[in-house]
C-alpha cells in the first residue's frame, strides 16, 4: 500500500487532527510497536517489517471502509504521536461479526496529556453521529489500568459479563489471556 499524498482528515479536536497514515509516519508506528512499556500488555513486539505490513493492512482498511486504527496528529507541530480508531473487533468466536472495538496506542513520550481521552471522545461522537453505530466496545488486558482509565474517562461502562479469554494470545503468556470489556451505547439506542 502507497501511503504517499495528502491524509484524509478523519475528525479534528482542539488539539489532534485524527487521519489516515501518511509514509512519514512509519517510524512512529514502528517505535510503538517495538516499545516494551507501550507493548506491554501484548505478547509480541513487530519488526520493522512487521510493522510496515500492519500499517499498510490499517491504512488500507480506513480507505476502503472508513474504519481502522487513525493516525494523531498534534495540529501544533504537525507530528505523528500515536493512533486511535474505530475497527471491526474481529473476534467471531467473541462477537458478532459487525462488533467494532475502538482502540489506541500512544508513543511513550505523549502519555499524560489527555491526547488519547481527547480523540477517543471524538471519535465515539463519530461513531454514533456520523456513522450511527449502535454501539462500541473497547477491551483490555485486566491489569491494563492505564487503558481501562481511558475507558472510563470517555464514559464507557464495563460489561463483567462480556469478560473474555483473548483467543490470539498465547498460552505461554496467561496474563495477558484474560480481558475485561467496556461498552458505549448511542443515545438513539439507550430507553427513553
Known amino acids: 500500500m502507497n501511503l504517499a499524498g495528502r491524509p484524509a482528515i478523519i ?18 508506528f514502528r ?4 516499545d516494551a512499556k507501550v507493548m506491554e500488555f501484548f ?6 517489517e512487521e510493522a510496515d ?4 493492512k490499517v491504512n488500507g482498511s480506513i480507505e476502503d471502509t472508513g474504519l481502522g486504527f487513525y493516525a494523531l496528529e498534534l495540529k501544533a507541530t504537525a507530528e505523528p504521536i500515536g493512533f486511535c ?11 458478532p ?8 496506542r500512544l508513543a511513550t513520550r505523549f502519555w499524560g496529556h489527555g491526547y488519547v481521552t481527547e480523540a477517543a471522545r471524538a471519535l465515539l461522537d463519530f461513531a454514533f453521529v456520523e ?9 483490555a488486558v485486566a491489569a491494563n489500568h492505564r487503558s481501562t482509565g ?4 470517555i464514559g464507557m461502562s464495563r460489561c463483567p459479563q462480556m469478560d473474555f479469554d483473548h483467543p490470539r494470545v498465547p498460552e505461554s503468556h496467561p496474563q495477558l489471556r484474560r480481558h475485561v470489556v467496556y461498552a458505549a451505547v448511542s443515545e438513539a439506542m439507550k430507553p427513553a
Not at 11 to 28: F, G, H, P, Y
Not at 97 to 104: A, L, N
Open 11 to 28: 475528525l479534528e479536536t482542539d488539539r489532534l487532527l485524527v487521519r489516515s497514515w501518511i509514509e512519514t509516519d512509519r517510524n512512529l
Open 31 to 34: 517505535e510503538i510497536n517495538a
Open 43 to 48: 505478547a509480541f513486539r513487530r519488526s520493522h
Open 53 to 56: 505490513a500492519l500499517l499498510d
Open 85 to 95: 480508531g474505530l475497527s471491526l473487533a474481529n473476534l467471531p468466536d467473541i462477537f
Open 97 to 104: 461479526v459487525e462488533t467494532v472495538e475502538i482502540g489506541w
Open 131 to 139: 456513522k450511527r453505530m449502535a454501539a462500541v466496545l473497547a477491551f
Open 150 to 153: 481511558v475507558m472510563e474517562r
